[in-house]
C-alpha cells in the first residue's frame, strides 16, 4: 500500500518504478485524484447533497464486488467513484451549508451594531499600521485581530443561541486575552467584502474556506470584556504559552530587526515587519522564508535526524522525537498547510524507517493531500497549498531522476580520495551548490506560472538566490531555535546562538535587498489565465504519473511549446479591434476609469481613493492585468485631490506609462503630495503634459478624445472646479468624464451647448453640490455611473438622473462598470451582473478629418 519492502542488491528495482503512479500500487493517489475531481465538480457545477447517497451507493457497490475475486478491477473502479462523490458532498457541506443560527446568515454588507459572545480560538495577531505616507488621505493605526467562536447573540434584553466562526478587528492593541477565554463583544457586524473588480482578490471567499461568513468591527480594545479566562492547562492555552516565550525569548536576545525577522522564520510571526521588508522578499521571490512552510519543517527535521546519525541518539528514539517534535511544531505554528503536508511526509518517512520499508514519495504525498482535504477540502482551491504541493512533486521527480542516473564507478571514487581535502572540500561543495542550483531552477519553472498568475510577479533572481541564502536560513534558523531552547533556563549558553542568529539574520537581509536591487531581478506581468493552468498541470501530471501512456518527448516538447503559444495568442485576442471600452473601476469613494480603444492603446482617467493608496493600485492593477495590459499610454490627472491620484506612483512600479496630462492649474500651488508625485514623475522620465479647454488628446486615431473643461488661465474656485472634463467619441456614441467637476467651473461647461452623451460620469461621487438635476438635464446621458463606496445618500442624485431618463449605475452596488462601444451597439455591464444595452445612437457619426 504505502510502503513497499525494500530489495537487496540486483533485485532491487529502478527508482522511476518506485515512483512510477500504478494505482492499485499507490492508492493513496488515486484516492487523492479523485476525491480532488470531486471537490472541483460541486465547485464548478454547484453540487448537492445528493452525492453523499451517491458515495454510499459506490461504497456499497464496491463492498460486493469486492468479494468476487474476478471484479476486483471494477471494485477499484467504483471505490475511486465512491471518493469522488464522497469529495464532492465533503465540500458542498464545508463550502455552501450553515447552521440555522450561523452568524453569518444575519449579517449584511452594510454594518450593524450587535452584542455577541463566543470563545476565543486563536491568539491575537496584531497588524502593523502601515508606513507614513503623503497619498494618505485617512490616518490608520495599529489594529488587533481577534477569531471568536460565537455561542450567543443579544436581540434586546434576550440572549439567542448564535453559532459559526467571525475575526474581530480592532482598533489598536488588545492586551490579557488568550485562546479558550470567553468574550462579550459590542460591534459592528457585516459580511467580509466581496470582489468587486475584474481580477482582484475576493477576500470573501478566502474567509468562506474557513467558514468564516461574518466579521465584526470594534472602535476599541474596551468593546471587549472577558467572561471566563480558560484553565492554564487546556491544549489551547499550552500551545499559546510556548508561541508566546520563544517570542520572549528572541526579542530578549535578539536585536530588534532581527527578532522580528526570527519570529517571521521560526514562528509565522510576521504580523510585525514593515512594509518594505515584506516588499523586499516578495519582489526577491523569496517571500515564503517568511512564513512557515515545508522548508522550514525540513530544515528543523533535518538537524534533529543529523543529531540522531551522529551518535547522540538512538535511532528509534531519534525518529520518534522528530515526528513527535515536527507534530507540536506544527501545532504551535497554527497548522498551516504547508506546514502540515510536511510534517506528514517526515512521519511518514520516519514510520518508514522504523519498519524497515521504504516509502513511496507520491503516495506519501497523496496521502498528505487526503488528511489536508479532510481538514479543509477549499484547500485544494488555495495557492499557497498548491505551490506546496507543485514544488515538492518536482523535487520527488527530481529525485527519482537523480537516483536512476547515479553509477557507482569505484575507480572514480578511489580517484577522488586521493586529492587533497581542500581540493575534495571545494569540489563537493561546488557540487551541491550546482545541484541545487539545478533544482531551484527546476521548481521555479514548474511554480512560476502559477505564481505569476496570481501574485503577477515574475522574480528570476529567486533562482540564483535561493542556493545562495540557504545556508543562512538553515544556521539561523537552528541558531534561532537554539535561542529558544537555553534562553528560558541557560541564558549564557544562549548568548553564542544569539549572537550567530544574528548575523545570519543580517546577511539573509542584505543579500535580498542587493537581489532586489539588481537589473531585471522582478518584473510585473499579467500572467496566465486559469483554464491555461488547469491544462499546463493536468498535462504535467498526466507525465509524470503515468509516463509510459506519454507521447515521445520531442512530442511532449511540441505540446508544451503549443499550449505556450495559444494562452499568448488568446491573451492577445483579449483586445477586440471593434470596440472601445470604458471601465469605471471600484475604489469605494474615489475614481478611476480605463479607455481601451480599438488600435490597442489604453488611457487612465484618474486614479485615486480615499485613504489607503495601496489598495487602490492593487484594484486597477488587477484589472489591467485581466486585460493584459502591461503599458498605459496616457494618464490623465483631472485636478488636484489626493483620492484621484494617490494610487499612480503603485501603478508607476507595475506598469510603463506614457505620458501624464493635466490642467495648467494641477501644479500651481503643489501641496506635498504633489511635489513627490512631480518628483516620481521626473525620476521615471514620464513626461507631464498640459492640456486645457479645445484641446484634442492624440491616443487614438479611431476615437476622439477633447478637453472641454478648463481654459488655460482656469477659474476661480476649488480644486474641484478646475477639474479637466473629457469628451470621448467613437461612432457618434459619448462619454463624458467630468471629475469632481462643480461652480463655477460646472457653470461655465452648462453654458455651452448641451450634448447629448451615452454614458456620463456623476460628478464629484454624486454630490448635491455637483447640481444633479441642471447636469444631467444639460448632458441627456442614457446610463449614468456614480463611483462611490457610499450605498446610502444617493436616492436624490439618482432619482435627478433617472427622470432625465437615464439608468443609474453605482459602484457601491454593481462593482466594476464597463462601458462597451461597438458596432452592434452600447453595452453596460455591472460586475455583479447587471447588464443594460442600447442599440441605436443619439448622435450622427462625424467625419474625422
Request: net charge positive; charged share 15%.
Amino acid at each position: 500500500m504505502m510502503n513497499e519492502a525494500v530489495p537487496s542488491g540486483a533485485d532491487c528495482p529502478r527508482a522511476t518504478e518506485a515512483n512510477r503512479f500504478v494505482p492499485w500500487q499507490q492508492p493513496f493517489v488515486a484516492g487523492f485524484l479523485a476525491v480532488s475531481l470531486g471537490i472541483c465538480l460541486d465547485r464548478v457545477l454547484d453540487g448537492s447533497a445528493v452525492g453523499a447517497w451517491l458515495a454510499a451507493v459506490g461504497g456499497w457497490t464496491c463492498w460486493r464486488l469486492a468479494r468476487n475475486t474476478s471484479c476486483r478491477a471494477l471494485a477499484g473502479s467504483a471505490l475511486l467513484l465512491a471518493l469522488m462523490m464522497l469529495g464532492a458532498a465533503w465540500h458542498h457541506w464545508d463550502w455552501r451549508l450553515a447552521a440555522p443560527d450561523e452568524l453569518g446568515r444575519q449579517a449584511t454588507t452594510r454594518p450593524q451594531p450587535v452584542c455577541v459572545e463566543g470563545t476565543v480560538i486563536q491568539e491575537t495577531q496584531y497588524r502593523q499600521a502601515p508606513p507614513p505616507s503623503p497619498f494618505r488621505t485617512i490616518p490608520t493605526f495599529d489594529r488587533s485581530l481577534v477569531w471568536v467562536e460565537f455561542s450567543r447573540i443579544r436581540d434586546g434584553r434576550h440572549w439567542q443561541p448564535a453559532s459559526g466562526i467571525g475575526r474581530l478587528m480592532v482598533q489598536g492593541h488588545v492586551l490579557g486575552i488568550h485562546a479558550g477565554d470567553k468574550l462579550r463583544v459590542m460591534g459592528h457586524l457585516a459580511r467580509p467584502r466581496t470582489a468587486r473588480n475584474p481580477g482582484e482578490f475576493d477576500k470573501a471567499a478566502h474567509r468562506q474556506a474557513d467558514r468564516q461568513w461574518c466579521e465584526l468591527h470594534c472602535q476599541t480594545p474596551d468593546s471587549l470584556t472577558v467572561l471566563n479566562r480558560m484553565t492554564w492547562y487546556h491544549p489551547r492555552r499550552l500551545l499559546a504559552r510556548l508561541r508566546d516565550q520563544g517570542d520572549t525569548m528572541l526579542r530578549e536576545h535578539l536585536e530588534r530587526p532581527k527578532a522580528e525577522l526570527a519570529a517571521a522564520l521560526l514562528l509565522g510571526q510576521s504580523s510585525r515587519l514593515d512594509f518594505p521588508r515584506i516588499t523586499a522578499f516578495r519582489q526577491a521571490g523569496l517571500m515564503h522564508l517568511l512564513v512557515v512552510s515545508g522548508l522550514h519543517v525540513g530544515i528543523l527535521a533535518g538537524v534533529l535526524l543529523g543529531l540522531s546519525h551522529a551518535g547522540w541518539l538512538p535511532r528509534s528514539a531519534g525518529l520518534l522525537l522528530t515526528i513527535g517534535l515536527l507534530a507540536l511544531y506544527a501545532l504551535v505554528t497554527g497548522g498551516r498547510p504547508p506546514v502540515v503536508r510536511a510534517a506528514i511526509l517526515i512521519g511518514v518517512f520516519g514510520c518508514s524507517q522504523l519498519v524497515g520499508r521504504r516509502p513511496l514519495g507520491f503516495n506519501s504525498l497523496g496521502l498528505a493531500g487526503l488528511i489536508l482535504l479532510a481538514l479543509n477540502p477549499a484547500d485544494l482551491f488555495r495557492t499557497g497549498p498548491q505551490l506546496s504541493f507543485i514544488a515538492v512533486a518536482c523535487l520527488i521527480w527530481l529525485a527519482a531522476k537523480a537516483r536512476q542516473q547515479y553509477v557507482y564507478d569505484p575507480l572514480t571514487t578511489l580517484i577522488a580520495r586521493t586529492r587533497p581535502w581542500p581540493e575534495r572540500l571545494s569540489r563537493h561543495w561546488a557540487a551541491k551548490l550546482w545541484q541545487s542550483t539545478l533544482a531551484c531552477l527546476a521548481v521555479w519553472l514548474v511554480t512560476a506560472p502559477l505564481i505569476t498568475s496570481q501574485f503577477h510577479l515574475c522574480s528570476p533572481v529567486a533562482i540564483f538566490l535561493t542556493p545562495l541564502v540557504m545556508p543562512l536560513v538553515s544556521l539561523g534558523l537552528t541558531s534561532g531555535f537554539l535561542v529558544i531552547l537555553f534562553g528560558s533556563w541557560a541564558p549564557l549558553l544562549a548568548v553564542p546562538w544569539a549572537s550567530l542568529c544574528n548575523w545570519c539574520l543580517g546577511c539573509l537581509q542584505t543579500m535580498i535587498e542587493i537581489g532586489q536591487g539588481l537589473p531585471g531581478s522582478f518584473h510585473w506581468v499579467a500572467g496566465p489565465s486559469t483554464w491555461w493552468l488547469v491544462g499546463l498541470y493536468s498535462g504535467l501530471a498526466w507525465c509524470l504519473l503515468v509516463p509510459e501512456y506519454t507521447p515521445p518527448r520531442r512530442w511532449r516538447w511540441g505540446l508544451l511549446a503549443g499550449w505556450i503559444g495559444c494562452g499568448l495568442w488568446v491573451s492577445l485576442a483579449r483586445h477586440d479591434p471593434t470596440e472601445t471600452r470604458c471601465t469605471f473601476i471600484a475604489l469605494d469613494h474615489g475614481c478611476s476609469v480605463v479607455i481601451e480603444f480599438p488600435d490597442g492603446k489604453t488611457l487612465l482617467y484618474d486614479a485615486g481613493r480615499m485613504g489607503s493608496p495601496y489598495l487602490g493600485s492593487e484594484a486597477i492593477s488587477a484589472y489591467l492585468w485581466s486585460r493584459g495590459i502591461s503599458r498605459l499610454d496616457g494618464v490623465v490627472l483631472s485636478h488636484a485631490d489626493a483620492d484621484h491620484y494617490n494610487a499612480l506612483p503603485g501603478l508607476l512600479e507595475r506598469f510603463e506609462v506614457g505620458a501624464v496630462y493635466v490642467s495648467p492649474v494641477m501644479f500651481e500651488q503643489a501641496p506635498l503630495p504633489l511635489q513627490v508625485l512631480r518628483r516620481m514623475l521626473q525620476k521615471s522620465h514620464i513626461p507631464i503634459r498640459e492640456v486645457w479647454q479645445g484641446d484634442r488628446l492624440r491616443v487614438s486615431e479611431h476615437v476622439t478624445v477633447d478637453v472641454l473643461h478648463p481654459p488655460r488661465t482656469g477659474v476661480l474656485g476649488s480644486d474641484n472646479a478646475n477639474s479637466l472634463v473629457l469628451l470621448i467619441e467613437d461612432r457618434g456614441r459619448r462619454v463624458l468624464l467630468p471629475g469632481d467637476l462643480e461652480s463655477p467651473g460646472l457653470d461655465d461647461v452648462m453654458a455651452e451647448l448641451p450634448i447629448d452623451c451615452e454614458v456620463v460620469l456623476v460628478p464629484h461621487h454624486g454630490s448635491q453640490r455637483s447640481n444633479p438635476p441642471g447636469f444631467a438635464a444639460w448632458s441627456s446621458p442614457r446610463v449614468a455611473v456614480v463611483s462611490t463606496g457610499n450605498r446610502r445618500e444617493l436616492e436624490p442624485v439618482n432619482q435627478a438622473y433617472r427622470q432625465a431618463g437615464a439608468q443609474v449605475f453605482s459602484t457601491a452596488l454593481d462593482g466594476a462598470v464597463q462601458a462597451i462601444i461597438s458596432g452592434q451597439g452600447l453595452r453596460i455591464t455591472g460586475y455583479h451582473g447587471r447588464e443594460f444595452r442600447a442599440k441605436r445612437s443619439r448622435n450622427p457619426v462625424k467625419s474625422k478629418k
